[in-house]
């Protein structure tokens, strides 16, 4: 059974930087396109970001374009999101996720979700 494990979340401050790591397990076959989505405090889930099986594409949010990198290294199962210049907007739960559809912005396309990691921004 595929699962997704996260890490790499926790408090900071206003302009700093972290990598989040989101690890594939428990299946064999080509890659998945995978995303990362996050959800604040009493907000829905929103798509950050996304990668192809072969990871020469990516697809960003508006608000996040330019600020977040999405990355896989295929051998390690892992993909990664460098998020630069943080903000305190956002400040959510990240969740990676992992489809068998082309790369997509829609949660509803992914059928595999980890368990999320608290990020939280300060001023």
């Known amino acids: 059974q595929v699962q997704l494990v996260e890490s790499g979340g926790r408090p900071v401050q206003v302009g700093a930087s972290l990598k989040l790591a989101c690890v594939e397990s428990?299946?064999?076959?080509?890659?998945?396109?995978m995303g990362w989505f996050r959800q604040a405090p009493g907000k829905d889930r929103e798509f950050v970001a996304a990668i192809n099986r072969s990871g020469n594409t990516r697809e960003y949010a508006y608000p996040i374009k330019g600020r977040f990198t999405i990355s896989r290294d295929k051998a390690k199962n892992t993909v990664y999101l460098q998020m630069d210049s943080l903000k305190p907007e956002d400040t959510a739960i990240y969740f990676c996720?992992?489809?068998?559809?082309?790369?997509?912005?829609?949660?509803?396309?992914?059928?595999?979700w980890g368990q999320g990691t608290q990020v939280t921004v300060s001023s």
């Open positions: 996720a992992g489809s068998s559809n082309f790369i997509s912005r829609d949660a509803a396309d992914y059928f595999v």
């Open positions: 428990g299946r064999t076959g080509s890659p998945l396109v």
